[in-house]
Antibody, heavy 123, light 106 residues
């Protein structure tokens, strides 16, 4: 069965960086895109970006450009998202989610989601 | 960026009621829209993709319709377990964008 298992909760100080992981099982990581989405406390969902695990290519939300980096390690079926220069407004639950097959012509909304990782930014 | 709006922002209905949530896009997104259900403390769950295709395993009381800029999610007979927040997501153009959500109470 398809599963995305994310790393544990993090507490960081403003200005620090955090690197989250998302380990895929039950399918071949390189075949499907991976999205990252976050949800601040009591707020809605915010799409952060997407990575093609086969090519390593990425697209990021403009809001995070310059602070976010998505990478992958296909040997361990793991995708990473690093966010730098953390601010209090980055406090949120971060989700990874599986997208469409990388060979597809058009995208589709993510189907399988990880359990989420809470990142708290506080001095 | 494509802006997504949802209405209403919240609603309360009785068990068995028909419930409709509307999502509007700021430009034509064809049928490239999905609907999600999120319960407190849980990850979102995909209900609908391609605007009107029901995700496998999702009860048939859920349905989606629309294309272009206006879309609807309908729950034909509201059940207690449908208490949740519902989000639409456009994936026609980067950056993908979610609607602000509709909170449904029973």
């Amino acid at each position: 069965q398809v599963q995305l298992v994310q790393s544990g909760a993090e507490v960081k100080k403003p200005g620090a960086s955090v690197k989250l992981s998302c380990k895929a099982s039950g399918y071949t990581l390189s075949i499907y895109y991976i999205h990252w989405v976050r949800q601040a406390p009591g707020q809605g969902l915010e799409w952060l970006g997407i990575i093609n695990p086969s090519a390593g290519s990425t697209r990021y939300a403009q809001k995070l450009q310059g602070r976010v980096t998505m990478t992958r390690d296909t040997s361990t079926s793991t995708v990473y998202m690093e966010l730098s220069s953390l601010r209090s407004e980055d406090t949120a639950i971060y989700y990874c989610a599986r997208g469409v097959e990388v060979a597809a012509v058009r995208h589709s909304p993510p189907d399988y989601w990880g359990q989420g990782t809470l990142v708290t930014v506080s001095s | 960026d494509i802006q997504m709006t949802q209405s209403p922002s919240s609603l309360s209905a009785s068990v068995g009621d028909r419930v409709t949530i509307t999502c509007r896009a700021s430009q034509d997104i064809r049928n490239e829209l999905g609907w999600y259900q999120q319960k407190p403390g849980k990850a979102p769950k995909r209900l609908i993709y391609a605007a009107s295709s029901l995700q496998s395993g999702v009860p048939s009381r859920f349905s989606g319709s629309g294309s272009g800029t206006e879309f609807t999610l309908t729950i034909s007979s509201l059940q207690p377990e449908d208490v949740a927040t519902y989000y639409c997501l456009q994936h026609n153009n980067h950056p993908f964008t979610f609607g602000p959500g509709t909170k449904v109470d029973v």
